[in-house]
């Protein structure tokens, strides 16, 4: 779908809503309104699909579907090869992530061995870190390894507990969600931004999108009066 036939729906709806001065809503604000319902769409559907921990930017999924089906575009892997540590408890394996303002919710970290073989790592709140690492059935290994996502220094590092030296990693998998693209629309369609969500849930966007603007425009006329 693009940006221009976008707006054509929410002009639609906003007809049929009974809006009859659709014309005088203004491109940039149509853009604002349809913004905040992609993000608040795609934030509602991993919520509901995942367990979030850590901070608000990590999520778990509860299975193996979810959330990847209803907004699958966002979906990203990227492999980090710049590793340093060495996997034990002390001085784990970590990497430093270089993308994060392209991160809406990290979902995964996948370690991958020279031998072709990987491993999904087990998401670790640091808090649970030493009882887990304590616990004889829970602690990490080479083909069971355990990842906790931190901040530091305003950078976004995952530590990889693998309690194995002599088997390093040749590169890690981030797997996240990313944030969908902010549509915007031109006069001259020379740098429009096309929405990145899939096409078959920009509908129920457009719609709650009108739907928030005439609460807007209800509530501004009531204020005035």
């Excluded at 905040?36 to 995942?50: A, D, F």
Aim: include cysteine; glycine fraction near 4%.
């Amino acid at each position: 779908m693009t940006v221009g036939e976008v707006h054509n729906m929410f002009r639609t709806y906003a007809q049929q809503q009974g809006m009859q001065t659709v014309r005088a809503i203004l491109p940039e604000d149509i853009d604002i309104y349809v913004n905040t319902q992609i993000v608040n769409k795609v934030r509602s559907v991993v919520l509901e699909n995942t367990m979030t921990s850590f901070n608000d930017k990590v999520s778990i999924q509860r299975n193996a579907i979810s959330p990847i089906n209803a907004i699958r575009t966002l979906y990203e892997t990227k492999q980090i090869t710049n590793i340093s540590g060495d996997g034990k408890r002390l001085t784990p394996y970590n990497v430093n992530i270089d993308f994060d303002e392209e991160v809406m919710f990290y979902t995964g970290v996948v370690v991958y061995y020279p031998t072709n073989k990987s491993y999904s790592c087990r998401l670790i709140e640091g808090e649970s870190l030493e009882d887990t690492m304590n616990d004889y059935c829970n602690a990490s290994a080479w083909d069971a390894p355990i990842a906790d996502i931190r901040h530091k220094n305003s950078t976004m590092i995952v530590d990889i507990y693998t309690d194995n030296s002599n088997r390093m990693p040749n590169s890690v998998g981030i797997r996240f969600i990313k944030k969908p693209a902010k549509i915007k629309f031109s006069e001259n369609g020379q740098s429009d931004v096309h929405p990145d969500v899939p096409e078959h849930i920009m509908p129920d966007i457009i719609l709650t999108a009108v739907n928030e603007f005439f609460k807007s425009v209800g509530s501004t006329s009531h204020n005035s009066n």
